[in-house]
């Protein structure tokens, strides 16, 4: 039912749809190995079905997340019968920006984790949603290594695995296809959204296609969308018939921008040459005095701030790029956040005209702990005339080492938003986004056997030898 929407389109199109379950689920032979046979697998099925007597004469790869993955671990090798490809909200190291070692997101793998261990079961599947009740108790299990057994009742190996392998463990290596990705010759239709969990990887997936030059037709388009959105469904549908299907008649997809971009705030869609796009010029907002923000350096005479972070009690995610099926993800009046202890806001006087930021967006924050392990989150904001604050776009690193003076880098996600006149741009700074990412205890235990949780005094510095700042790419606008 699920795969309804995009595969109704085509069907009705005379075409042959063939859906592929991966190996050790839904009837498929062998053991599920999430993410580490899909190159073997992807390539002998293709291989497999071009051989059958009822295949015509060319095909297009189509698929969201998982099915987006499986596309980037194939591509460089398939035949030429493959003419297009429409990887979706999707990239091609898919887990691993979530298992960084400094930057532990937790919400996303465990909870994918906990809903494929109960796909095939007639009731668990609504229980085991992202969101659901039980799961998110279990997040805050100690130690994490128990909160498998918490949300399912026993332990799944898959989530054990993410707690024991960060990004750069060889264990990965099967379901890591990065480097592949300049070898894709095959034309491209790349389909994201603003509040995507896989955005940063699957516009650097884009820009390799785009450098090398070699997958033409190449396209992007990325819309106000978090990850389980169904206007993302519609358009990859949409996509497969205007750009695959035309592409597989050995025609040419109607002209368009390579890249098509909705510029949130500008509530409008608009197309750019290339990602990210000319014109957009790297500017710093400093932190300053007063919960200020401001293109100006700080002064001299500006003391830091501070806030006490205690992971009993961790500072919330609120909004953002979640992969929730509840009103959880995307764009959230931020008030009840703000109004924290644990968070810091610096936000601009009323802006005189429009600011228009779109393409990598990082911040430089001076920061100081009384714990050696803590983390650094900073979100970007969006305050309208009535003061409602609403998030653009965010990131967070783990330091080490943080209770000496250090500049915390942080890379936010892309974005394209244009901030209008009368309204004031804001940053926001704490040291979590729980259970997005997972509350650091403050003691380096490792996470999946930490059980001790210390709280921590966090200072921000915004003077001159220390000019915190965030760096947006900027257009001014009238």
């Not at 190159?39 to 969201?64: C, H, N, Y």
């Not at 890591?176 to 095959?186: F, W």
């Not at 293109?295 to 001299?300: D, G, K, L, M, V």
């Not at 004031?424 to 380096?444: D, E, K």
Request: hydrophobic share 35%; proline share 9%.
């Amino acid at each position: 039912m699920t795969a309804e929407p995009m595969v109704r389109p085509l069907a009705e199109r005379g075409f042959q749809v063939l859906i592929h379950s991966t190996r050790g689920t839904f009837g498929s032979d062998g053991p599920f190995d999430p993410m580490r046979c899909e190159r073997g697998d992807g390539l002998d099925t293709i291989d497999w079905v071009i051989k059958q007597p009822w295949f015509g004469e060319s095909m297009i790869l189509v698929g969201a997340s998982y099915s987006g993955f499986t596309q980037w671990a194939v591509a460089d090798a398939v035949p030429p019968q493959v003419k297009a490809m429409i990887p979706v909200v999707s990239e091609s190291a898919l887990t691993l920006e979530f298992l960084r070692s400094d930057g532990f997101s937790l919400e996303t793998p465990f909870n994918w984790g906990v809903m494929v261990a109960g796909q095939e079961g007639r009731f668990a599947r609504p229980r085991q949603l992202p969101g659901a009740k039980k799961t998110l108790r279990a997040l805050s299990t100690l130690p994490l290594n128990q909160a498998d057994t918490a949300a399912l009742g026993y332990r799944y190996e898959y989530i054990q695995n993410i707690l024991a392998h960060p990004t750069d463990d060889p264990f990965w290596s099967a379901g890591d296809h990065r480097h592949r990705v300049a070898d894709i010759t095959v034309p491209a239709s790349v389909i994201g959204g603003w509040y995507d969990i896989f955005l940063p990887g699957q516009l650097r997936d884009y820009r390799v296609l785009q450098d090398t030059g070699r997958a033409t037709p190449l396209r992007l388009t990325v819309g106000p969308w978090p990850h389980t959105s169904l206007e993302v469904g519609g358009l990859a549908a949409r996509e497969a018939v205007d750009f695959g299907l035309t592409l597989c008649r050995g025609e040419e997809p109607a002209e368009r921008a390579p890249v098509r971009l909705y510029v949130m705030g500008e509530d409008k869609w608009r197309g750019f040459p290339s990602w990210p796009p000319p014109g957009h010029a790297p500017q710093r907002f400093h932190l300053r005095p007063g919960a200020a923000l401001a293109t100006e350096p700080p002064p001299a005479d500006a003391a830091p701030d501070g806030y006490r972070y205690d992971p009993a009690d961790p500072t919330p995610a609120v909004g953002g790029a979640r992969m929730s099926f509840a009103a959880t993800a995307g764009p959230v009046d931020q008030a009840e956040l703000e109004a924290r202890p644990d968070v810091l806001t610096y936000t601009t006087s009323a802006l005189e005209g429009d600011v228009e930021v779109i393409g990598e967006v990082g911040a430089e924050i001076f920061f100081r702990s009384s714990l050696p392990h803590a983390d650094v989150f900073v979100r970007l904001c969006d305050v309208d005339e009535s003061g409602r604050s609403v998030n653009v776009c965010d990131g967070l690193t783990s330091l080490t080492g943080a209770d000496e003076l250090t500049c915390a880098t942080v890379r936010l996600w892309p974005t394209a938003y244009r901030f209008k006149r009368g309204h004031r741009i804001r940053v926001q700074i704490s040291s979590g986004a729980f259970p997005r990412y997972n509350r650091n205890p403050g003691t380096g235990e490792p996470r999946g056997t930490a059980t001790t949780l210390r709280s921590a005094d966090q200072q921000v510095f915004h003077d001159p030898v220390h000019p915190s700042a965030i760096t947006l790419p900027v257009r001014r606008g009238d």
